[in-house]
């Protein structure tokens, strides 16, 4: 299913899909995760309004639950998100979702953010930064953070070993990709992949990292819910 939202549809340079068919049943909600309140409004809405004001994005693709397009075009033009021009219903897994979205996207973009409206916390500095490692030949470029823990593989709740964390690093959304190389990743073999990077990876892209940030969490649970709510 599509649905036009009204935006103007011409071809940009840096097309963004926002991904928001998770069901969110950790949250305990009646609701997908996407229309969870944040701050009295639905989080979706975060993500939209910070990526509309983004001037590094020039359209917007939305990947929306099973049920709940029309909802998310009417958030949109709520914000006067101009730049939303599609809604597309999410699939079952999340690359599901992205390859749908992405199937919205013209063949003269040349660049495709892919973001999670569960971190709804997106930020112009972190795009910024994204942008500049496609410029020295990377196909990909994803924001990270440190991993503080000490990480135990465990099995059978019995520690089997401690793992090195060196050079170990947590990876966030948005990621950012040259459009021709995630089409051919997402056409690819898309099981058990958790980001679209992890797709690029495995057709043979190469992938860098910048800084990510702190407040890029994601929500999955009812206290990261309250923790993002307090920093808006």
């Not at 690359?95 to 063949?107: F, G, K, Q, R």
């Amino acid at each position: 299913m599509r649905d036009a939202t009204g935006g103007s549809g011409d071809a940009g340079a840096t097309w963004a899909l926002i991904v928001a068919a998770g069901s969110g049943e950790r949250l305990g909600l009646d609701r997908p995760k996407a229309f969870a309140a944040l701050g009295g409004r639905p989080l979706l809405a975060e993500s939209l309004d910070r990526l509309e004001r983004c001037p590094l994005v020039d359209a917007i693709v939305v990947a929306a639950p099973p049920g709940w397009e029309e909802t998310s075009i009417l958030l949109a033009e709520e914000l006067a998100a101009s730049k939303v021009v599609a809604c597309v219903t999410g699939g079952p897994t999340r690359a599901d979702s992205v390859a749908a979205a992405l199937a919205e996207v013209p063949e003269e973009a040349l660049v495709v953010l892919v973001h999670d409206a569960a971190r709804p916390l997106v930020d112009d500095s972190v795009v910024e930064r994204l942008m500049g490692p496609l410029a020295e030949g990377f196909d990909g470029v994803v924001p990270a953070v440190a991993v503080p823990d000490t990480l135990k593989r465990v099995r059978d709740g019995v520690v089997r070993e401690t793992v090195d964390r060196e050079g170990l690093v947590a990876a966030q959304t948005p990621q950012v990709f040259l459009t021709h190389v995630l089409r051919r990743a997402v056409a690819g073999d898309r099981s058990g992949s958790t980001d679209c990077a992890t797709l690029v990876e495995r057709s043979g892209g190469r992938v860098a990292v910048v800084d990510g940030d702190p407040r890029l969490l994601k929500v999955t649970t009812p206290a990261d819910l309250a923790l993002v709510e307090s920093w808006l």
